[in-house]
């Protein structure tokens, strides 16, 4: 049995009203108006049985709920997203569950979704962006959500947010050939990775549970960078004592990047595979395919799973990362 446990569907009638008509905007917007398999639910499921025994933990795609709208009518958008996926999961035996979307301009709100979704509807966990209409993760009108996710031993899904408009160089107006996806993703979940690190939240809360998707972004490449490197945090910077802020730390900052688990979405990459599975270990990769975003329906899957056979592992460690990893993560099987 494989689960993937991160990939992205529309409900329908979510995807009409809310995306169809224009409100996913530009950029990835126009990406997420033209698939198919992101809201044809027969042809999703036609997919799905190509690769037999296989389920699907489902998230609503980019873009996110606070973008669409302000925070007086962002959490109705939530909550319909939320009917939706739980409705999904309902109906079809191949999506296992879902995680839940929040309205995060409206820090207040997404704490009653979060309680609904998880409470009522089921949800087997949360979808966080790596900013926030671009304010960090670690600031702090953001903390009680993870406060909340860790007191209800949750995981918190990280995706990845960043359109055309952060430029390449501050000279430019926007940037081009779509590297704000390319390079800009990855860079996104390394940040968003390095401000929950050195703001504290992992000695804060010991035991939070954050899948990054496409295996942490830069981090398990930079290995030397943000071990031996951040090793020395505070001798490149005149303005802020960061050798306090190093002092203080329970463990060295690479340490607590492995505290993250990683997917195994990249698109086919077998040496980032390889990397990422390197550094996280055994026990936190999972198999995801980042499905429905490939060219051709089920080829990001295929790839996926020729990467991680590829790893030369045990069939009891395949089945730690196609299965195990994620049913301990979601408290099933």
């Known amino acids: 049995m494989k689960i993937d446990i991160f990939n992205h569907i529309f409900p329908k009638t979510f995807f009409d009203k809310y995306i169809d008509k224009g409100s996913a905007g530009k ?31 489902i998230s609503l795609p980019l873009p996110p709920i606070e973008t669409i709208a302000g925070p007086e009518k962002s959490p109705q958008i939530a909550a319909e997203g939320n009917d939706g996926l739980a409705e999904l999961v309902r109906r079809h035996d191949r999506f296992l569950g879902f995680v839940a979307a929040l309205p995060m301009n409206n820090v207040d709100s997404a704490l009653e979704e979060m309680r609904r979704a998880i ?40 995706h990845p947010a960043r359109g055309a408009d952060f430029t390449d160089y501050l000279s430019e107006k926007k940037s081009l050939y779509e590297i704000w ?24 809360f010991p035991k939070l549970k954050i899948i990054t998707h496409h295996m942490g972004g830069m981090i398990p490449y930079f290995e030397g960078r943000v071990g031996y490197g951040w090793d020395q945090l505070g001798t490149r910077t005149s303005d802020a004592d960061y050798n306090a802020l190093l002092k203080s730390m329970k463990k060295r900052p690479v340490d607590y990047f492995k505290s993250f688990y990683a997917d195994t979405a990249l698109f086919g990459a077998a040496a980032a595979t390889r990397c990422g599975y390197d550094f996280f270990g055994i026990d936190r990769v999972l198999y995801a395919s980042d499905m429905p975003f490939e060219p051709v329906p089920g080829l990001y899957a295929r790839e996926t799973i020729k990467c991680v056979e590829a790893l030369d592992l045990t069939a009891d460690q395949k089945d730690q990362i196609y299965r195990r990893n994620a049913e301990k993560l979601l408290k099933k099987g």
Request: zero cysteines.
């Open 27 to 57: 950029d990835i917007g126009k990406r997420v108006s033209n698939i198919p398999t992101i809201v044809d639910i027969d042809a999703r499921l036609r997919v799905l049985d190509e690769f037999g025994d296989y389920v699907q933990v």
């Open 181 to 204: 996806w390319t390079f800009g993703w990855p860079y996104e979940t390394s940040v968003a990775m390095a401000r929950l690190v050195f703001s504290g939240y992992f000695d804060r």
């Open 119 to 158: 409470d009522d509807l089921g949800a087997s966990g949360i979808q966080l962006y790596t900013n926030v209409a671009g304010k960090p993760l670690d600031a702090s009108e953001f903390l009680p959500i993870f406060d909340e996710a860790a007191r209800r031993d949750v995981p918190i899904w990280i």
